[in-house]
């Protein structure tokens, strides 16, 4: 497996969406260094795993991509729920939180790209069953509108922030099943390999869990704003 006749502007747009997501979440963190540190370690940390092909072994039981997502989603998980850090993070800024959302914009339109280099099945793309491209575009409709009249309408932005997190976790189950593990169940044709090298894995490893922790944040602000 590898990373061939990927579109010119493939890595650009991935690279944009990492450098989006590490600043939105400074911003949204309050400017915090500790975040932008961990961060940072963490991203360095996946790359440097990735770069010695560990996650290309597929067909190991557990299958090596476990190490991708979960320990991040794990952390998010602890630092939501933990009293220690709830109430830090219920001072983190709103509209930083749902400018992570734009984030997914130049995502999408990375995996569209990855998708013609044949690196991920079309149904991880707009073309096919992944609609989280219209997290981003109303994520800025949405703060347009917060700039505009400033209170936020709290049934909206709840039913926003709920549909965004649907599309984020449907997108997440569509490329797990789609990297050629044994417990791969889509894209047999054209399986989901981007995501097992550098700098791709970044995209489970520290996209995805930034965008689900400010989702989860966002249902404080709904009461909270």
């Known amino acids: 497996m590898s990373l061939t006749n990927l579109p010119a502007f493939t890595l650009p747009a991935f690279i944009l969406s990492l450098i989006a997501t590490v600043y939105f979440l400074y911003r949204a963190s309050n400017k915090s260094s500790t975040v932008l540190w961990i961060s940072l370690g963490w991203m360095l940390i996946q790359t440097a795993i990735s770069l010695s092909g560990f996650y290309t072994e597929t067909q190991g039981i557990p299958p090596r991509f476990i190490f991708l ?42 995996l569209f790209l990855l998708f013609v280099g044949g690196a991920v099945p079309q149904i991880m793309t707009f073309k096919g069953s992944n609609f989280d491209i219209l997290s981003g575009i109303s994520a800025g409709i949405l703060l347009l509108w917060f700039y505009r009249w400033g209170k936020p309408n709290r049934v909206l932005m709840f039913i926003w922030n709920s549909v965004c997190l649907f599309l984020l ?36 490893a520290y996209i995805v869990p930034v965008v689900l922790l400010s989702h989860l944040l966002l249902f404080r602000k709904v009461d909270n704003p």
């Open 169 to 204: 976790l449907l997108i997440v189950y569509h490329a797990v099943l789609s990297v050629p593990t044994t417990f791969q169940l889509y894209g047999f044709e054209q399986p989901n390999i981007a995501v097992l090298y550098t700098p791709f894995t970044l995209l489970p």
């Open 69 to 110: 997502a979960p320990p991040a989603i794990l952390f998010v998980v602890l630092i939501v729920i933990l009293p220690s850090t709830r109430s830090h993070l219920a001072t983190w800024n709103r509209d930083w939180l749902i400018a992570i959302s734009l984030v997914r914009i130049p995502v999408e339109i990375s």
